[in-house]
């Protein structure tokens, strides 16, 4: 039973103190479950023993009560042969035979009573081992969780300046001025550089289809009168002409508007040279 006992002190020992002593409390949980492990193949290998020291006393047992009834056999065989000294001492040696027998069968009792106990210790041991483990598990996740937890606090201890945080901060603003200083830059360029003219006719249609949006919603929603109808045309209201005059008018038509274009144009250009002399100055 001393290994039982320690065993015992083995596993009831505080494992918390194990830990504050050693260096690395994982290695050394680790190695208390593998000394329990090595104590419970001993405490085994002699619940084993104890086991084969039962059954040999159970069978030399048996072997003398079998001796016992031989003699007794033998007696009887004397007393038929009408030898009754033979018969007393076959008796005498039976007589033997049965204390030896009981003698045998009493430390039988005994060593069995013993196994069962042992029997039941090791299972209860095993238990404890196993409990051991699991225990060594949670303690184990325990202490990488606190190494974690630690390592973090660390880490932000370091960072307690924000330092890291602010130039991220002021990489940002000077991001941000970049990305408007390039816009800027692109408009200007926009402005300033390629077709001006037709950059200027393009704000104008613009300007122009979203008045005449808004105008024909309005008109939509009745808050200004419907759009007047087309005027008649003249070519409408005549019945015949000639087709060399109605030529005439178109061309006439055609060279009007052509030349209120060219004059459109031209004051346009005037005011763009005029602007980009005065941005030389």
Same mark, same amino acid.
Request: glycine residues 4%.
């Given at each position: 039973?001393?290994?039982?006992?320690?065993?015992?002190?083995?596993?009831?020992?505080?494992?918390?103190?194990?830990?504050?002593?050693?260096?690395?409390?994982?290695k050394?949980l680790?190695?208390?479950?593998?000394?329990?492990?090595?104590?419970?193949?001993?405490?085994?290998?002699?619940?084993a023993? &104890?086991?084969?020291?039962?059954?040999?006393?159970a069978?030399q047992?048996?072997?003398?009560?079998?001796?016992? &009834?031989?003699?007794?056999?033998?007696?009887?065989?004397?007393?038929?042969?009408?030898?009754?000294?033979?018969?007393?001492?076959?008796?005498?040696?039976?007589?033997?035979?049965?204390?030896?027998?009981?003698t045998?069968?009493?430390?039988?009792?005994?060593?069995?009573?013993?196994v069962?106990?042992?029997?039941?210790?090791?299972?209860?041991?095993?238990g404890?081992?196993?409990?051991?483990?699991?225990?060594?598990?949670?303690?184990?996740?325990?202490?990488?969780?606190?190494?974690?937890?630690?390592?973090?606090?660390?880490?932000?201890?370091?960072?307690?300046?924000?330092?890291?945080?602010?130039?991220?901060?002021?990489?940002?603003q000077?991001?941000?001025?970049?990305?408007?200083?390039?816009?800027?830059?692109?408009?200007?360029?926009?402005?300033y550089?390629?077709?001006?003219?037709?950059?200027k006719?393009?704000?104008?249609?613009?300007?122009?289809?979203?008045e005449?949006?808004?105008?024909?919603?309005?008109?939509?929603?009745?808050?200004?009168?419907?759009?007047?109808? &087309?005027p008649?045309?003249?070519?409408?209201?005549?019945? &015949?002409?000639?087709?060399?005059?109605?030529?005439?008018?178109?061309?006439?038509?055609?060279?009007?508007?052509?030349?209120?274009?060219?004059?459109?144009?031209?004051?346009?250009?005037?005011?763009?040279?005029?602007?980009?002399?005065?941005?030389?100055?």
């Open positions: 039973m001393g290994i039982f006992a320690r065993l015992a002190a083995l596993i009831n020992s505080n494992i918390n103190d194990l830990i504050s002593n050693a260096e690395d409390p994982e050394m680790n190695q208390v479950v593998m000394d329990m492990a090595q104590q419970l193949i001993e405490a085994k290998k002699q619940v023993v &104890a086991i084969a020291d039962e059954k040999r006393l069978k047992a048996e072997a003398e009560a079998a001796k016992a &009834a031989e003699w007794e056999r033998r007696a009887m065989l004397a007393i038929r042969a009408g030898d009754d000294e033979l018969a007393k001492e076959a008796l005498a040696r039976k007589k033997e035979q049965d204390g030896l027998a009981l045998l069968k009493e430390q039988w009792s005994k060593q069995k009573k013993s069962d106990q042992l029997k039941l210790a090791l299972r209860v041991l095993n404890k081992i196993e409990e051991a483990k699991r225990k060594k598990q949670v303690l184990i996740a325990r202490k990488r969780r606190a190494e974690a937890q630690k390592k973090i606090q660390e880490t932000m201890s370091g960072l307690s300046n924000a330092s890291a945080f602010e130039t991220f901060d002021r990489m940002a000077k991001i941000d001025q970049i990305e408007a200083e390039a816009e800027a830059t692109g408009e200007l360029a926009e402005e550089t390629g077709d001006v003219l037709a950059h006719f393009g704000q104008l249609e613009a300007t122009r289809g979203a005449e949006d808004l105008v024909a919603l309005k008109r939509k929603m009745g808050m200004l009168p419907p759009e007047p109808p &087309a008649v045309q003249p070519e409408q209201v005549r019945v &015949a002409a000639p087709e060399a005059a109605a030529g005439a008018d178109e061309a006439h038509i055609s060279a009007q508007e052509e030349a209120e274009l060219s004059a459109a144009l031209a004051e346009l250009e005037a005011q763009e040279q005029a602007e980009q002399a005065r941005m030389r100055r």
